[in-house]
């Protein structure tokens, strides 16, 4: 994946995780940006762990 859109986002289930593999550490510090700007307007909070050493980036949608 080359990075985390809004629609990813949008696309998941309350209480639903996933985990982005990305190509460097800087998409997956703008992926965390993305998942932390979009909380307003989905009006949900986004739990985010980040694996740098994999550049991984695990996103978990939760309820307010």
Do not use: H
């Not at 593999?21 to 510090?29: G, R, V």
């Not at 909070?45 to 307010?64: G, M």
């Amino acid at each position: 994946m080359e990075r985390i859109t809004r629609e990813d986002l949008r696309g998941m289930a309350m209480g639903e995780t996933r985990t982005f593999i990305l190509p460097n550490a800087q998409q997956c510090d703008n992926g965390k940006s993305t998942a932390y700007q979009m909380q307003n307007l989905l009006g949900c909070k986004f739990s985010v762990q980040t694996d740098y050493a994999k550049n991984e980036l695990t996103i978990t949608k939760s309820a307010i």
